[in-house]
């Protein structure tokens, strides 16, 4: 079956250490984008790709870093410069000029 | 900037009964689409329903109907025959620019009581 898989489903992270988060697609969309969710928020981009090794910083890029080097992958790394980086991070791709996004599960990311 | 608002933080509504979400939303743009997601506990984002700007009829899926008033930018949510599986979070969303620009809302947290 076709989807969007991200992993781990839980992080920790101790403060002053980078950690990647991983997301797979296997769907051949071209689009793909991080977006972090807060209690009591919406969901906040953070970065977007739509071809591969290209991409853009969304609304809360600072302390954030991606890569797109295969189209079916798009790993975000949460580095030591993000100062609040405990949240729910969630992946969602789609293909160019289709309008529905297709959401992995998530990962909860927290600092201890 | 394209923003959307959901004024509701919060909703319950009775099995069995009926439930209406609020969206609104601010663009400058023509052609654009807007959706509802919602997200149950296990915090899966599911489509539940998506609108054409340019349609002018409102789109229903099976419960779930939406009342698309484009010059007002409202984007309302009707759930009928509410049960208990549509407790969850839901966010209206905006998309414009072929999956370029996707805007989310604050969301509205629904329970449904039996």
């Known amino acids: 079956d076709g989807g969007i898989t991200q992993s781990p489903k839980y992080l920790f992270r101790k403060e002053g250490q980078n950690v990647t988060l991983s997301c797979e697609q296997n769907?051949?969309?071209?689009?793909m984008y991080w977006y972090r969710q807060d209690p009591g928020q919406g969901l906040r981009l953070i970065y977007y790709s739509q071809i591969v090794n290209d991409f853009q910083k969304g609304d809360i890029a600072e302390g954030y870093s991606v890569s797109r080097e295969k189209k079916e992958s798009f790993p975000l790394t949460v580095t030591s410069a993000q100062k609040n980086p405990t949240a729910f991070y969630l992946c969602?791709?789609?293909?160019?000029?289709?309008?529905?996004?297709?959401f992995g599960q998530g990962t909860r990311l927290t600092v201890v | 900037a394209q923003t959307v608002t959901q004024s509701q933080p919060e909703m319950s509504v009775q099995e069995a009964e009926t439930v209406t979400l609020s969206c609104t939303y601010d663009t400058s743009e023509n052609n654009y689409y807007l959706f509802w997601y919602k997200q149950p506990p296990s915090r899966q984002m599911i489509l539940v329903i998506r609108?054409?700007?340019?349609?002018?009829q409102n789109a229903t899926e099976n419960r779930f109907s939406v009342n698309f008033q484009k010059a007002a930018k409202s984007f309302s949510l009707k759930i009928s025959d509410s049960q208990l599986g549509d407790t969850a979070m839901y966010f209206c969303a905006f998309e414009y620019g072929y999956g370029q620009n996707f805007v989310f809302g604050p969301g509205t947290r629904l329970s449904v009581l039996p």
């Open positions: 969602a791709s789609f293909k160019t000029g289709n309008t529905e996004a297709f």
């Open positions: 609108q054409e700007a340019y349609k002018q």
């Open positions: 769907l051949n969309h071209d689009a």
